[in-house]
Antibody, heavy 121, light 110 residues
Framework: QVQLVESGGGLVKPGGSLRLSCAAS????????MNWVRQSPGKGLEWVAY????????YYADSVGGRFTVSRDNAKNSLYLQMNTLRVEDTAVYFC??????????????WGQGTLVTVSS | QSVLTQPPSVSAAPGQKVTISCSGS????????VSWYQQIPGTAPKLLIY???KRPSGIPDRFSGSKSGTSGTLGITGLQPGDEADYYCGSWDSSLSAGVFGGGTKLTVL
């Protein structure tokens, strides 16, 4: 069965950096677009970024562009999110999520359980 | 402020029907697919509807989706206590080149 397992969350000071990882299994990872979606405590879902199958195209939300970098290693079935210059407002649970199809408005059909990132001094 | 607009809350009695609206623009819902997600607090979201009105396998036909112009609607019939959750719509915004979600709607089954 499809599994997405995030890791790398934790407590970091404002201005600091963190790298999240997502280990995928149960499907052919290289066949799918992948996303990061976050949810601040008590708030709604916020799409962060997506990367196409070979990493040739990447889109970011305006709120993270220039600070966050998404990448993937298809040989390791892994997705990454490098987060730099972190702000208090980046505090959230970060979900790794798979796009269902190969187009921009594709739904997300599988989600990981999320990893909590807390940015605080 | 979310790009897609949903009512903050809806409620209905068990067995009844409820609809949740999602309003957008020509840049998102008007020219892209809408999807719907259910999230029970403390858990990951679950896909209910994709491509405006299609249900993934395993989703009961009590859940339905539709789209008209720049708005999407989620319908739930035969409400059950287990349907109490937060519901989110999602789409793609072609002007932002970004995924977008609604602010979420909390469903209470009275």
């Amino acid at each position: 069965q499809v599994q997405l397992v995030e890791s790398g969350g934790g407590l970091v000071k404002p201005g600091g950096s963190l790298r999240l990882s997502c280990a995928a299994s149960g499907f052919t990872f290289s066949d799918y677009y992948m996303n990061w979606v976050r949810q601040s405590p008590g708030k709604g879902l916020e799409w962060v970024a997506y990367i196409t199958r070979n990493g040739e195209t990447i889109y970011y939300a305006d709120s993270v562009g220039g600070r966050f970098t998404v990448s993937r290693d298809n040989a390791k079935n892994s997705l990454y999110l490098q987060m730099n210059t972190l702000r208090v407002e980046d505090t959230a649970v970060y979900f790794c999520a798979r796009s269902m199809y190969y187009y921009d408005s594709s739904a997300i059909d599988y989600w990981g359980q999320g990893t909590l990132v807390t940015v605080s001094s | 402020q979310s790009v897609l607009t949903q009512p903050p809350s809806v409620s209905a009695a068990p067995g009844q029907k409820v609809t949740i609206s999602c309003s957008g623009s020509s840049f998102n819902i008007g020219n892209n697919y809408v999807s719907w997600y259910q999230q029970i607090p403390g858990t990951a979201p679950k896909l209910l509807i994709y491509d405006n009105n299609k249900r993934p396998s395993g989703i009961p036909d009590r859940f339905s989706g539709s789209k008209s112009g720049t708005s999407g609607t989620l319908g739930i019939t035969g409400l059950q206590p287990g349907d109490e959750a937060d519901y989110y719509c999602g789409s793609w915004d072609s002007s932002l080149s970004a995924g977008v979600f609604g602010g979420g709607t909390k469903l209470t089954v009275l």
